[in-house]
Structure formats: C-alpha cells, structure tokens
C-alpha cells in the first residue's frame, strides 16, 4: 500500500510539475529599445496581448491594443501582431520585431514581471501619462 501511495505521488508531482514548467501564462514583460520607447505585454489564454494607452473625454485610459496567439519553441515565443512578426528569446529576453518581408523593425530588451506587477506598473504609467496629460491642457480654453 506504502509503494502505490509513493508511486502515486511521484506521478501527481511530476505531471503536475511538467504542466507549469515553462508555462508562460499569467506572466508580462515590458520591452525598451535603446531609445527609451517601451512596449507592454502579457500572456494569458494561450494569448499575447499588447498594451497601449488612448485618451478618450481628456482621459488616458489603459487599452488592449492587439490580441494575438503566441507559439511557444523551445527557445523562443512567437507571435503576429498586425504586419509585424515579434520572436522574444526566452533565454536572453531580447525581442525582434521584424516586417512580412523579414526585414529588421525594431529590437527590445525585455523585463519578466508577473501579471499582477505588470498591470501595477501599467497603472502608474497611466497616472503619469494623465498628469502630464492635465499640465498640457491646464490652460486651455475650452
């Protein structure tokens, strides 16, 4: 009886165990180019989704500005968003971003972060896009 407990446990761990090694889901990355520009993603649902920001009624409210499947490989996540094709390193979490003809667009140097401080940080920024955003039009008129 002692044995079959003990093997079963060891199966319990183990297929447990391989299910979330190397899962992505439920993690974020934030990308920087050497310019400062950053782009925000997360992974859920077997889903990539890109982050942006859109002022609507003098609010900047955070949106969800793709929403697109990744693919996973041993040592990169794929994925297409609009014309653009996005292939993260796992390993040094450099991001390219290149056209449908192949060409270079742009590369990122991501950070990991969990879904829950990626979103933190989304909001912090919102607070910082909207009192940038309320210095500008602080004067106007109408």
Do not use: A
Request: net charge positive; proline share 1%; aromatic share 12%.
């Amino acid at each position: 009886m002692k044995n079959i407990l003990s093997t079963l446990t060891v199966l319990f761990i183990l297929l447990t165990s391989t299910v979330s090694w190397g899962s992505v889901d439920g993690k974020g990355i934030e990308c920087k180019k050497h310019n400062g520009d950053t782009v925000r993603f997360s992974f859920n649902d077997k889903k990539v989704l890109q982050y942006g920001f859109k002022v609507i009624e003098d609010k900047v409210n955070l949106i969800i500005s793709s929403k697109e499947p990744y693919y996973l490989f041993q040592n990169f996540i794929d994925w297409t968003s609009y014309t653009f094709d996005h292939s993260l390193n796992r390993k040094t979490l450099k991001l390219t971003v290149t056209d449908s003809n192949g060409n270079l667009r742009h590369t990122y140097h991501c950070e990991v972060y969990s879904y829950e401080v990626l979103i933190r940080n989304l909001e912090e920024v919102v607070e910082q896009f909207q009192s940038k955003y309320d210095k500008n039009t602080k004067d106007n008129k109408i």
